[in-house]
């Protein structure tokens, strides 16, 4: 009984213990920390963050956006335009970024995805529930970036334009 009891005792210390995997846009956005550690407090190396957010995103366009792997997004609102209905979708992901051999930087990622959705699934989505979701890259809203204004640490990705969309609920939610 003892043997069992240490074991179990083991099992749940190496549980709790393991590191989260971060996501690819976490990944990449560790990236740009690192090579702009100061981006929070200077104006240029901000810019610089936009703008290779920018080059990012804009040579994503027509690829599977990897950016969305293993994000949480919640459902914002159905957008009718000319008979077709679109869902548009965002998520906030705050990450501590590793700088220097240590999590020192704290960054928020703003994401929002907007995709064509069919009658059925529109009448399915819950501004309660996360989904995942999946889909190739059709356009990028550049002009849609709001870096800034709710904090200096956020990190947004604009509007993200997909074509044939794969929403999955998150269950475990």
């Known amino acids: 009984m003892n043997f069992a009891a240490l074991l179990l005792l083991c099992v749940i210390a190496l549980s709790c213990s393991k590191e989260r995997v971060k996501t690819p ?3 990449y956005v560790e990236t740009l920390v690192k090579m702009y550690p100061n981006y929070e407090t200077n104006d240029i190396a901000r810019a610089a963050v936009k703008d290779s957010v920018t080059l990012h995103m804009r040579a994503a366009v027509g690829k599977p956006c ?7 997004f919640g459902f914002r609102r ?9 869902a548009l979708f965002d998520a906030n992901v705050s990450t501590f970024n590793d ?10 990622i703003l994401m929002h995805v907007m995709c064509v959705v069919d009658d059925e699934t529109a009448a ?7 989904y995942a979701i999946a889909g190739t890259l059709d356009d990028w809203g550049e002009n849609d970036l709001y870096m800034g204004i709710s904090t200096t640490a956020t990190i947004d990705f604009g509007i993200l334009l997909l074509n044939k969309a794969t929403i999955k609920t998150i269950e475990d939610e």
């Open 25 to 27: 846009v976490e990944k």
């Open 66 to 72: 990897v950016e969305l792997q293993d994000v949480k």
């Open 78 to 86: 159905i957008v009718e335009n000319g008979g077709q209905r679109a």
């Open 99 to 108: 700088v220097d051999g240590k999590q020192s930087m704290y960054s928020d």
């Open 124 to 130: 399915t989505l819950d501004g309660q529930r996360k």
